[in-house]
């Protein structure tokens, strides 16, 4: 799975520096992206904070951004997309390692994480093997992982299935979502037994500034 692909950039506009930072990142380098600044927490539509409950705006607009990810992707003929917030800058371990990532990545994956996310959560060193990029993560809880097999959603690859899954279901949903998207990921991850893998190196480094919006 060594494909070109495309990176979607979940970004609060006033935060100029990230933008500046991610695209200085990307400068002069073979990568495709987008900032998606659709939903802003400033300004949301009621129909859609009448879609959750007890959920702060700036949170439902995260929530709604990677929502308009997965549209795009789904309505896209790509096979799969790289979601980013914009506190997760693709450095020089990035750039060089990606491709020979995915080239491991097997091809019937859901989401694939390659960052630690906010929560820190690696791969065991019991578990780990040698030369060995790619595991597979069980949907329980684990005491290194969280409580299933979502690694929070700061940087990951989505495929366009899985895309067209969540985004289907979020439309299709009738009750109020009471939870952000990492929460939600793993409560899909559950409902449709995804299959999830995590990067170990991981090779984007997140929640990179003192403060998170």
């Not at 709604?64 to 549209?71: C, Q």
């Not at 969280?146 to 899954?165: E, L, W």
Request: proline share 3%.
């Amino acid at each position: 799975m060594n494909k070109k692909f495309k990176t979607y950039i979940v970004h609060f506009e006033i935060l100029e520096e990230r933008k500046k930072n991610l695209e200085a990142a990307f400068k002069s380098k073979d990568f495709e992206y987008e900032f998606i600044t659709l939903y802003d927490r400033r300004n949301l539509q009621t129909k859609i904070i009448k879609k959750f409950d007890h959920i702060e705006q700036k949170f439902i607009a995260n929530f709604m951004s990677h929502i308009e990810i997965y549209r795009i992707i789904s309505e896209s003929s790509d096979e799969y997309g790289l979601v980013l917030e914009d506190d997760s800058i693709p450095h020089k371990k990035f750039i060089k390692n990606v491709y020979s990532y995915l080239n491991k990545l097997p091809q019937e994956f859901d989401l694939f994480y390659i960052s630690p996310g906010k929560g820190n959560f690696h791969i065991p060193y019991s578990k780990r093997r040698p030369l060995k990029k790619v595991y597979k993560k069980e949907n329980n809880a684990t005491s290194w992982g969280g409580h299933g097999a979502s690694r929070y959603a700061d940087a990951y690859f989505i495929s366009n299935k899985c895309a067209t899954v969540l985004y289907e279901e979020f439309k299709s949903c009738e009750t109020k979502i009471d939870t952000t998207i990492d929460w939600w990921k793993n409560q899909m991850i559950d409902k449709f037994n995804l299959n999830v893998y995590w990067a170990e190196p991981t090779i984007i480094e997140t929640n990179v500034y003192e403060t998170s919006f």
